[in-house]
């Protein structure tokens, strides 16, 4: 069986305004890169035998963060040494997400090397006052070197850019866009901005200092922003994410089908051997299970059947083909249309969803209110 798996890497030139990921500046952490990449080794080497044991094969790998690429060197070469190493690899995707401003041409060098194929660039937008605003460390010249850069030594570059940002218009995002696409990446990921609390921007919107753009602008962000990919040769396959033929992300559609994945290192997610596991956010606790031996897990949940459908539905319809009427019966013996008669009626009668003969998904007029059609699908 195929497998995905996520690697964190917590660390990170600063805390963006926006961030609540698990994450810090490398230069003030609790534990120095050095330390915490011997624990990640510890984890690898035991989440690899039990992959190899079980003759699971790794077909996808992600490094994320934090900012993975802010590793100097020596860092990176044993990351990459470790995973190789410790992982059944074959034939994977292998990404890694980097910033603006973290990149050279020996760590792109020595990411192919590796075997990385993939790199996700973290552009986020091209107003400078803009980037500033987020706390992003790179102005709008730098992204596109990065991008450049990246370009020599990846065939597959995906660029990240957010919208629905403070004081931003319809137009400005429109901009930033336009010139994404002239740069031609594989594959884009469009994020709506999220206020979460206890960042430095969640305080600024709330004292009065920031404000967001009304709903109007946010709605004509999506769809113009999604015309205007179409039209230059984009597939629109997930609600956040196009790509060029050949460059659908093939780690996340892992995700939106609800398969199994493994997650290592610090805060890290896993939906492994039907069983939803998350491991600890505390670097001491990380380091004292994995002394022991132990996988750094902190929560396990055992979801039910029922659940497993629940959530088969709500990630399966992030994809724009939505979720197939045979793969669900493969998965579960039973249609889905008789599962979820009563919630299909519902969404079908307002207009939000589409059922013909092979799927189930969502009305592409509707994607701005995907999460109240989600919502239908949870029994409480």
């Not at 194929?117 to 605003?133: E, F, H, P, T």
């Not at 997610?269 to 002394?291: F, V």
Request: glycine share 8%; net charge neutral; aromatic share 10%.
């Amino acid at each position: 069986m195929g497998v995905a798996v996520y690697i964190h890497i917590p660390y990170c030139f600063d805390k963006c305004h926006y961030c609540d990921f698990v994450s810090f500046p490398a230069f003030r952490a609790p534990l120095c890169a050095a330390d915490y990449l011997d624990l990640l080794a510890s984890e690898l080497a035991l989440r690899g035998k039990e992959l190899y044991a079980g003759g699971h094969a790794v077909t996808t790998v992600y490094l994320g963060g934090g900012t993975p690429t802010v590793l100097g060197l020596p860092e990176l070469a044993k990351l990459l040494a470790d995973c190789r190493r410790c992982l059944p690899l074959q034939n994977a995707e292998w990404t890694v997400e980097a910033n603006p401003g973290t990149v050279d041409a020996k760590k792109l060098s020595l990411l192919s090397s590796h075997g990385v194929n993939r790199v996700s660039l973290g552009v986020q937008d091209l107003d400078d006052g803009m980037l500033a605003l987020l706390g992003r460390k790179h102005n709008a010249a730098e992204a596109k070197e990065a991008f450049i850069l990246c370009r020599r030594y990846f065939s597959s570059v995906s660029v990240d850019l957010m919208y629905e940002l403070p004081g931003q218009r319809t137009d400005g995002f429109l901009s930033t866009l336009t010139a994404v696409i002239a740069w031609r990446p594989e594959h884009l990921s469009l994020f709506g901005l999220k206020i979460e609390e206890g960042t430095r921007l969640a305080a600024l919107i709330k004292s009065g200092c920031l404000a967001l753009p009304d709903e109007e602008d946010g709605l004509g962000m999506l769809i113009k922003g999604k015309a205007m990919l179409e039209k230059n040769g984009y597939k629109h396959y997930e609600i956040a994410s196009y790509a060029l033929p050949g460059h659908f992300c093939r780690h996340n559609l892992t995700y939106w089908n609800n398969k199994p994945y493994l997650g290592l290192g610090l805060g890290a997610h896993s939906y492994w051997q039907n069983i939803r596991q998350e491991n600890t956010t505390d670097i001491l606790e990380y380091r004292r299970l994995l002394a022991q031996g132990l996988p750094p897990t902190v929560k396990s949940i055992t979801p039910s059947r029922r659940q497993e459908m629940e959530d088969t539905m709500i990630l399966g319809l992030r994809k724009l083909r939505g979720v197939s009427f045979e793969s669900f019966y493969e998965r579960f013996g039973q249609d889905l249309r008789d599962v979820f008669r009563t919630e299909i009626d519902r969404l079908l009668g307002q207009g939000l969803i589409i059922c013909d003969g092979e799927t189930l998904r969502l009305a592409e007029s509707k994607i701005a209110v995907a999460n109240h059609i989600f919502a239908e699908f949870i029994k409480l």
